[in-house]
């Protein structure tokens, strides 16, 4: 098993920058990627970006690449989420996750691991 605890997430306005953690432990070795994904209200969960474990290939969803970036550090076993120029479209519960196995990584369903989430809110 594979715990991920997130942290960072608070209120913001908008245009202003907020950095995201989440801390992995237990068996965090053999990891594929980890990965955030986002929900808003009344929304359906979705991706934002994830990075491969081992060489930290990097992903994003296209409307948010260049605002929002990922990155990990190995040696803690904790993964990253830069966001700058926030938007109030940006508000959402923030999730990690990680996966152990070679999938379509922005698909929620190929991740095995979730965290409990963060929330970002972003004021006008």
């Known amino acids: 098993q594979v715990q991920l605890v997130e942290s960072g997430g608070e209120l913001v306005q908008a245009g202003g920058s907020l950095r995201l953690s989440c801390a992995a432990s237990?068996?965090?070795?053999?990891?594929?990627?980890m990965g955030w994904f986002r929900q808003a209200p009344g929304k359906e969960r979705e991706f934002v970006a994830a990075?491969?474990?081992?060489?930290?290939?990097?992903y994003y969803t296209s409307s948010l690449k260049g605002r929002f970036t990922v990155s990990r550090d190995n040696s803690k076993n904790t993964l990253y989420l830069q966001m700058n120029s926030l938007k109030s479209e940006d508000t959402a519960v923030y999730y990690c996750?990680?996966?152990?196995?070679?999938?379509?990584?922005?698909?929620?369903?190929?991740?095995?691991?979730w965290g409990q989430g963060t929330q970002v809110t972003v004021s006008p």
């Open positions: 996750t990680a996966t152990q196995r070679r999938t379509v990584l922005a698909n929620f369903n190929g991740y095995d691991y």
């Open positions: 237990g068996r965090s070795f053999g990891l594929y990627a």
């Open positions: 990075v491969t474990w081992s060489d930290g290939r990097t």
